[in-house]
């Protein structure tokens, strides 16, 4: 954990100018793109055809792999939406928020504190214009709205599209109650796209947390059975098709090379869907849980076809845009995530030493780049003798040798547990222990 450093900002405007007309000199993208941050709800790491999808065909996805760069090794910070959605936008492990405790339900009164800053505020300060568009999910009164967040505009639902009482907004305005579920995913698409066709010169920046595929999958009667993966992949497809309409306004708009595109889910798959060789999903503290897909384009400056292993997560997002965007975060701001530029752009390591898994305000797990300290599972309230050894606790998996969660090393390599054991004293430290909101189911 650490703090980042604020450039003053007399120089970082000198900073800005000089290096926006450096790039506009030597014909390369500008120093502010514009973002577009497309975010699944519940996708599993496998349903992407870049990361081995054989059932459900994402073209569009996928050409942002082939076009630019594949994350193997990236994950949600937490194994649920709120809280990863927390993490994504504001640098931080969400406990820190007091919003890892639960997803925020309809009768909670509760939700991103005002205190909070987040990756849309930082860049609207900067001279960006900001829109949200699909799945909000951080708190639905008044204080927790996006346009109190950063946003200059919000169109799209409050909270998850199976909860009583989901509408379709406009800013504040409610506008279509009940949702139609089966018209949901399209409509989000002809706005995002619709944005970005009246962009003007400002940089934009365009948060698509789409609706897609988390239950209930109701897809549009184009995408009824269109699919070999039932509803599910009939929803992941339409998705995909979403996201093709936004590409495309980009390229009419003429600013696919100023256009910084990322791809990524909030958590693992849910009910359907593949984790890919992964363990475990949606709400599991397996690595299934947390592990997501992640792609990237920018022309020109994001190298085509390159895949990055290095370790990272959504709360490096927040940093990471930031700098690329040419501006500071507030000095005093306690960041978790870490700019992983290098790695966006196609080189160098990650720099993270370990990062930690949440299962609500507890460390589930610790990661490194080659190993897994899983200290929370399901299985620990079974307290049996003859229980499999690849349950008991401790559990240690080497990831980078076997892949996955295959074979509990802890006897083998007491020295790595030692260490392991040592990071997740540190963590629980500084991170647990931080009072949650809480919801009426707990």
């Known amino acids: 954990m650490h703090k980042r450093s604020v450039v003053p900002l007399a120089l970082l405007a000198l900073w800005l100018g000089a290096a926006q007309g450096n790039a506009a000199a030597s014909g390369d993208p500008p120093n502010s793109p514009n973002i577009v941050l497309i975010l699944a709800d519940d996708l ?6 870049a990361y081995g999808a054989r059932f459900v065909r994402t073209p569009a996805i996928d050409s942002l792999a082939q076009q630019g760069v594949r994350f193997t090794q990236f994950f949600a910070s937490a194994n649920v939406c709120t809280p990863s959605r927390v993490g994504l936008l504001t640098g931080r492990y969400p406990v820190r928020s007091r919003l890892a405790g639960d997803v925020i339900f309809p009768e909670a009164e509760y939700g991103l504190g005002e205190g909070e800053v987040t990756l849309a505020e930082i860049l609207k300060a900067a001279g960006y214009d900001t829109w949200a568009v699909g799945k909000w999910h951080l708190g639905h009164t008044p204080s927790a709205w996006p346009t109190r967040h950063g946003f200059d505009y919000f169109f799209g639902i409050q909270y998850s599209n199976d909860m009583k009482g989901v509408a379709l907004f406009r800013n504040q305005e409610k506008i ?35 609706v897609a595929p988390h239950y209930p999958n109701v897809p ?5 059975n269109r699919s070999a993966a039932g509803p599910y992949g009939d929803v992941v497809e339409e998705m ?15 600013k696919t090379r100023e256009t910084l595109v990322i791809f990524t889910s909030d958590n693992g798959r849910a009910w359907d869907g593949s984790a890919g060789a992964a ?10 849980g947390y592990l997501v897909p992640l792609v990237a384009r920018w022309p020109g400056v994001i190298p085509p076809g390159v895949t990055t292993s290095g370790l990272s997560m959504n709360i490096d997002l927040m ?16 960041m978790d995530g870490r700019d992983v530029s290098a790695l966006l752009l196609g080189s160098g390591d990650s720099p993270h030493e370990a990062l930690y898994f949440f299962t609500g305000d507890r460390i589930a797990a610790v990661r490194t780049q080659r190993w897994r300290y899983l200290v929370r599972t399901f299985m620990q309230v079974w307290e049996i003798d ?21 074979f509990n090393m802890a006897e083998k390599e007491p020295e790595v547990l030692k260490r392991m054991q040592s990071l997740l004293d540190a963590g629980r430290r500084e991170l647990e222990g931080i009072p949650q909101h809480r919801s009426a189911w707990d």
């Open 220 to 224: 549009g009667e184009a995408f009824r």
């Open 176 to 210: 279509e109650d009940p949702l139609g579920q089966s018209t949901i995913h399209a409509r989000l698409a002809d706005e995002a796209a619709r944005l970005i066709g009246t962009s003007g010169d400002r940089p934009f920046f365009l948060y698509f947390p789409t």
């Open 44 to 49: 599993g790491y496998g349903d992407v055809g």
């Open 319 to 334: 940093p990471t845009l930031a700098a690329l965007a040419g501006v500071g975060v507030p000095a005093d701001l306690e």
């Open 279 to 288: 363990r475990g999903g949606k709400a599991g503290t397996w690595e299934g």
């Open 240 to 254: 995909d098709a979403g996201i093709a309409q936004v590409l495309e306004a980009i390229e009419d708009a003429g």
């Open 386 to 406: 003859h229980l499999n050894p690849g349950y008991r606790h401790p559990l240690l998996y080497d990831i980078e040798t076997h892949g996955s969660e295959l």
